[in-house]
């Protein structure tokens, strides 16, 4: 399973963007897949998780009413819409993925597959 993250770059504040996650390999029907992202100096931190095959969708709280997240059926390509961009957004945004499975699919669970992440630069 290999993940490639794009669609990343700067933007200023109040822009949008949107970030594309192109997957190959075995996935699972049913599986979990999920935006991250980390800071300069911070932790990483999930942004928004969905199940493939349900559409259940879960964001943290600064992402809700700004970001979502949609994956492309069939390709299980997945996508993140950010509207409203702040420059506490900066940040690198990965995706990940468990491809075999969906239970317990959200902000907290531990992914198998990362890809290596796009930068996202918001300027005030």
């Known amino acids: 399973v290999q993940l490639v993250e794009s669609g990343g770059g700067s933007v200023q504040a109040g822009g949008s963007l949107r970030l594309s996650c192109a997957t190959s390999g075995r996935f699972y029907p049913a599986h979990c897949m999920a935006w991250f992202r980390q800071a300069p100096g911070k932790e990483r931190e999930a942004v928004a998780s969905?199940?493939?095959?349900?559409?259940?969708?879960t964001y943290a709280d600064y992402a809700k009413g700004r970001f979502t997240i949609s994956q492309e059926r069939g390709k299980n390509t997945l996508y993140l819409q950010m509207n409203v961009l702040k420059p506490e957004d900066t940040a690198i945004y990965y995706c990940?993925?468990?491809?075999?499975?969906?239970?317990?699919?959200?902000?907290?669970?531990?992914?198998?597959?990362w890809g290596q992440g796009t930068q996202v630069t918001v300027s005030s």
């Open positions: 969905i199940v493939s095959d349900t559409k259940e969708t």
């Open positions: 990940a993925a468990n491809p075999y499975w969906s239970d317990l699919c959200g902000l907290g669970a531990d992914f198998s597959y």
